[in-house]
């Protein structure tokens, strides 16, 4: 596959739109990311506190990334040979490589390149759990699991578990990113065709198929 051929693949995929939309993400956290958002603190009572918007930005520019699974080819993707899987993976490896770097760099030049780094971790988590949530619930639900993990992190923040809060050499949130990641892509990979031929391939279905056709033809199933 060369670039024309990941070109042509891109604008059937929403690339435009997906990179236009997660530079306007990186942008606003640029410019005010800073601003806390104002919430009710649990326990301690009614007094508000901040959370920047640059810890909770990165979930949409996750959520956005998911979007280049839809479009008008999407189930003939999903259909797809192995050639055709290859080709979608690398694509959506490239757009998701293009917004991380995006989005260190805006970071890095508003705050620093601690900032930038985060902000690349929060996004990888975050789309991992958008990817979890796009096979579990739909495509139009990727950003379900996301939220409600952003939920918990706005009310309880700057734990030890708070990967937006972590400094960006925390290993445990880095080891949460590549867990979250893998996760996502393992269950997106994971088609019903594949997990149909898989199961083929094992000899499960054709068991199955097997003690059908006996039972058809009034044979011993087993």
């Known amino acids: ?37 104002a919430l009710p603190s649990l326990g301690s009572g009614g007094v508000t506190t901040g959370v920047p918007y640059r810890h909770e930005l990165p979930l949409l520019s996750a959520v956005f990334l998911t979007a280049a699974l839809d479009g008008a080819m999407s189930a003939h993707d ?23 770097a995006f989005s260190f760099t805006t970071e890095a030049l508003a705050v620093g390149p601690e900032a930038g780094a985060v902000f690349v971790r929060s996004v ?44 960006p050499s925390d290993a445990f949130s880095w080891a949460l990113a590549a867990l979250a990641l893998l996760t996502g892509i393992t269950t997106i990979a994971a088609t019903p065709w594949r997990m149909r031929g898989l199961l083929f391939r094992t000899g499960i279905l054709r068991g199955k198929s097997g003690s059908a056709d006996a039972q058809r033809r009034g044979g011993p199933t087993a």
Do not use: K
Request: glycine share 8%; with cysteine; proline share 3%.
């Open 124 to 167: 990888l988590i975050w789309l991992g759990l958008a990817l979890l949530s796009v096979r579990l619930l739909g495509q139009r639900l990727g950003w379900a699991v996301p939220l409600a993990s952003a939920l918990l992190l706005v009310w309880y923040p700057s734990n030890w578990w708070d990967w937006t809060a972590t400094s």
């Open 78 to 100: 999903a259909m797809g040979a192995a050639g055709m899987h290859r080709v979608r993976a690398v694509y959506h490896t490239a757009l998701t490589l293009v917004v991380c």
């Open 1 to 37: 596959m060369n670039l024309a051929d990941l070109l042509r693949y891109a604008r059937v995929h929403r690339g435009g739109e997906v990179l236009a939309a997660t530079a306007v993400v990186a942008l606003l956290s640029a410019l005010f990311g800073g601003t806390p958002i």
